[in-house]
């Protein structure tokens, strides 16, 4: 019996050896194959102290705003801090980039300006509002004029559902307010047509409205032809090339309205069998819209999302997969229009799918956590999903990992520990941003190459804070 323990031993000695030579190897091999990462970890740059934040994807800068009420600005592609506004106003602010992301224009509850981002010198006077300030700003596309909407959030207006909103046109130039218009509705919305020419007012009370920018005038009601007490929740947007505008509403059907003229152009309802339909979006290139719908199949429901042509209203595409049952809460849309990502469920994933012809490419698990302690609603952390300019790859930042998949064969490609909170690209797709769960500190990582993009493969980076 002793001999056969001795054996025994040497035998679990010699496996034993085997194994951590193995592990030791993979370890190895795993450190060797650097070249072949997706990311790099290029530099880390502290942002303790924020209040708020806002990425340039086209400059590559990164605005800071402090709970010292300094707005500082660092390039991301070297890490060096640029430039510290010198801002009158301490308290706190929003942010918006120019299309150029050289210019910054800096808000706050009293007063408004836009900043030259690299030379800290104000270029617009500063404005202010002397009738309750400014709440949510949107600059125009021309970046000539920007958008003030304002709630009136009183019991009046909400009982009565009347002049809840005032969108307000302000010029950059001059620094006075061109017009303000009323929104009835407790949801109230604006926006900027592509060319700045037209605004669209909206709610799920209110018919939508176009409005000349240059002098305030209603140009057209975008008015439906059944009462809107049939109809249930709304969505409407141009356009890409601003030419149309895309009604939708729920139970009523898609209205499709020329801009040049203020008339209707096509409509069709929706399919009788759909007990709900939303507008969810539009395609990077405007030229096809999305509509998520549900089907009530016997004691269950089927969703699916339909793809159309923003100008005829043609289908060009189903998009469905097997029991899914839940709304869509995010969509992204690739910047070609070939690939379209859906999140949902209590069980957290998106779903990947073939654009041009609807068929599901992948499905990617997703992390969505709630809180166990009672009265705490929503989610305590989810992924935040984001496409790749150009490759077929899909980032999911939750706080504590950004993980990095392969948007054709749903193949996890890199795990970066130790950040999350966000990840957004640049627009030239070479670099990534990612940050603590807490934004006290971001990271900068490289993007090494599409030779990455061949084959799914895990492959593990860490940073340490």
């Known amino acids: 019996m002793t001999n056969k323990l001795k054996l025994v031993q040497q035998i679990a000695a010699i496996a034993l050896c085997l194994f951590l030579t193995h592990t030791v190897h993979y370890s190895q091999a795993a450190n060797t194959q650097s070249s072949q990462e997706v990311v790099r ?29 300094s707005v500082q600005i660092i390039d991301t592609a ?19 980039w120019t299309s150029d992301g050289l210019r910054l224009l800096v808000i706050s509850s009293k007063s408004t300006a836009l900043w030259d981002a690299r030379r800290a010198t104000r270029i617009s006077p500063t404005i202010e509002n002397p009738r309750g300030g400014f709440d949510r700003v949107e600059l125009s596309p021309n970046e000539r004029f920007f958008l003030n909407l304002k709630e009136r959030d009183n019991f009046k207006t909400r009982f009565l559902e009347k002049d809840n909103f005032r969108a307000q046109v302000w010029s950059l130039e001059s620094g006075k ?32 409205k176009l409005w000349d920018v240059e ?18 929740g709304f969505g409407a947007g141009f356009s ?41 979006g539009f395609s990077a290139d405007g030229r096809m819209y999305a509509v998520a719908q549900q089907l009530l199949k016997g004691w269950s429901l089927r969703t699916s999302i339909e793809l159309r042509d923003c100008e005829t209203g043609e289908l060009r595409s189903t998009l469905t997969a097997s029991k899914w049952e839940d709304w869509p809460q995010d969509i992204l849309w690739s910047n070609d229009g070939r690939t379209f990502v859906a999140t949902s469920g209590h069980k957290y994933k998106g779903r990947v799918w073939d654009a041009t012809n609807g068929s599901l490419k ?25 496409l790749h300019p150009t490759l077929p790859l899909i980032s999911a930042a939750s706080n504590k990992v950004v993980k990095l998949w392969n948007a054709e064969t749903g193949g996890l490609m890199q795990t970066l520990e130790n950040t999350g909170g966000n990840a957004r690209w640049s627009a030239d797709g070479k670099l990534l941003l990612t940050f603590t ?29």
């Open 437 to 465: 769960g807490d934004y006290t500190s971001a990271f900068v990582w490289d993007v090494v190459g599409p030779e990455s993009m061949t084959r799914a493969r895990s492959v593990h980076a860490s940073v340490n804070d």
């Open 240 to 280: 890409a090339d601003g030419k149309f505008v895309v009604v939708h509403r729920n139970r009523c059907g898609t209205r499709i309205w020329d801009t040049a003229t203020g008339l209707l152009k096509t409509e069709f309802s929706v399919d009788k069998h759909h007990s709900d339909s939303v507008l969810m």
């Open 177 to 208: 307010m061109r017009f303000e218009v009323k929104i009835n509705g407790l949801d109230g919305r604006a926006e900027f047509s592509p060319d700045s020419k037209l605004l669209l007012t909206m709610s799920p009370t209110d018919d939508p």
């Open 78 to 96: 070297d890490t060096r801090e640029q430039i510290v506004l010198p801002l009158s106003d301490k308290g706190p602010h929003s942010m918006n």
């Open 362 to 386: 992948a499905t990617i698990p997703l992390v969505l956590t709630y809180s166990r302690i009672p009265f705490v609603f929503g989610s305590t952390d989810n992924d935040i999903l984001s």
């Open 41 to 69: 970890l290029r530099s880390k740059v502290e942002t303790r102290d924020l209040r708020t934040l806002e990425f340039s994807p086209v400059s590559k800068l990164l605005a800071f705003d402090r709970d010292d009420g």
């Open 215 to 232: 002098t305030g005038r209603l140009f057209a009601t975008l008015k439906p032809e059944q009462p809107l007490d049939l109809c249930r």
